[in-house]
């Protein structure tokens, strides 16, 4: 029997590789023969991060072999998980998001819990196994948790993240604030990504009741300065809308600073959006003053005008 | 916003019950408006606990309405669980089994781990909250994990659920083994149960893959005395799997003394039984020496052939 591996989800985000990284550390002081993994490439949020810690990104696998023991942690839904998971022996899930898609034949240890980042609940994995940790582990917590709440500022953040991430900056010595920002502002530098590589980066394909939908979010300091790109992000919109035979397509721009968004919508149900939010588009685009959460504020709000 | 409901599986066996009233303690410990409530009859083992700690039995409910927030114990899977459980809103789960056939449409609290009961996992939430419990709670708790493991013989009994039990004892200053046979005996009194009764008393409907498949389990003190009804259970088996459409059913009659099972078996797929314990059913049974627990020894071997 090889090592058990863990990973988080596909186009992993920095809770992703965060949580895999905290559980092989967790793992392994148990005396489990674990190795953290990834299923995509580094974003450059996640890139600040691991060399800000001087620490390499786990190795990158596409496709599990049958009976392969793995721990997932930030997902459970097998469409976002490697390539035959339906195969693998599952032991082990850790996460935050809804359960769907997810089956085993044997029982396992499964943790859920409703708050605001997966890396939240590793630190209370830590503390209920009083395994004690350094500044590097409560330097991945907190930075997983940074991102996953938008500096706090996302309707997901729930009070018990707010304070973990308190306990971790003390733990951490760090002026959380200023590093938050210059983390998320890495995660912004997207210029040298096509406009296909953008839409793609963080998309979500879901069902509104019948309407085929693709949710998409990239992070901005500045929306003016990605919408200078709106021409070429239609172009790419407009072949994924033809290629995955969607009913629209939602590119939500979000301004991580000022906590709003500006949506670029195309499709034939792109009335869904203006109906949502109140709001008339103009071009393809209208603007979403405190919309930052595609979980909170709009998957739910539009299905339910779907 | 009504109270939220607890409860167990269908059929409820003593540790759905148990773990039921256990979470309705807990989840009131720390202010929650919430009911025990159980989906079927109470069986003789269970009655033999609430009798003993002289407690009433949580009130009976077939049907949740849509939105109802429930917390589920000791199950996941939606064909266990209570009627119209996919509208309603399912806020926590606590369990120890394998995860099939379940979703929600938003994150949750779940929580299972792979031991022998779920009271067990009880058990250390209570300790991990710090929360006082008294002789009845430790009974409760007792009660359980001696019924799901068989007085600590079946293999799904950890070393967790073994040193849980212990200390458990001591609370409730108990002989383990007098109460823990008297207990499990009780349950095997079923003379005055019909065929239909007996066959449904424990038994669960579960997905082999594509095999629709019962797997009902009855307790005994003597195989040879419960095989005297052989006939009768077979027609009763007969009726169900033509009004269930099953592929196959099956009864694993236990000797909770002796730890080995006579199984009936019926359906177009009884070769499963077959191929998976290498036997030939004679009469449609067959001898499974060593096998007592549905959960370790049956589903996952017959999936595996399914």
Redesign the interface.
């Known amino acids: 029997m090889g090592k058990i591996l863990i990973f988080g989800h596909k186009n992993p985000d920095t809770d992703s590789i965060m949580s895999a990284l905290l559980m092989e550390k967790f793992d392994k002081n148990l005396g489990f023969d674990v190795e953290a993994v990834r299923l995509g490439s580094i974003n450059k949020e996640t890139k600040f991060v691991l060399d800000y810690l001087g620490i390499e990104a786990p190795r990158l696998i596409e496709r599990v072999e049958n009976d392969q023991e793995v721990v997932l942690v930030d997902h459970n839904e097998f469409t976002q998980s490697v390539d035959n998971i339906e195969n693998a022996k599952i032991t082990c899930v850790v996460d935050?998001?809804?359960?769907?898609?997810?089956?085993?034949?044997?029982?396992?240890?499964?943790?859920?819990?409703?708050l605001g980042c997966t890396a939240t609940i590793m630190y209370k994995k830590f503390i209920?196994e009083n395994m004690e940790f350094g500044k590097e582990e409560a330097m991945l917590m907190l930075s997983a948790i940074i991102s996953d709440t938008l500096l706090f500022k996302s309707p997901t953040c729930t009070k018990e993240d707010k304070s973990v991430a308190e306990k971790l900056a003390k733990i951490a010595d760090i002026d959380v604030d200023k590093y938050g920002l210059d983390m998320l502002k890495a995660g912004t530098d997207l210029s040298d990504l096509t406009a296909d590589e953008l839409i793609k980066l963080d998309a979500k394909e879901v069902m509104l009741n019948d309407v085929k939908a693709q949710i998409a979010q990239v992070n901005t300091a500045s929306i003016p300065e990605m919408m200078k790109r709106k021409e070429e992000l239609e172009e790419a919109i407009k072949n994924t809308i033809a290629e995955r035979e969607l009913d629209i397509f939602v590119l939500a721009i979000t301004d991580i600073i000022e906590s709003n968004s500006q949506a670029i919508v195309l499709g034939n149900r792109a009335d869904l959006v203006e109906k949502s939010y109140d709001v008339k588009l103009e071009d393809n685009t209208a603007f979403l003053p405190g919309i930052v959460s595609r979980k909170k504020q709009i998957i739910p709000v539009l299905t339910k005008n779907a």
């Open positions: 935050h998001h809804r359960i769907c898609d997810f089956k085993t034949a044997e029982p396992l240890y499964y943790r859920a819990e409703p209920e």
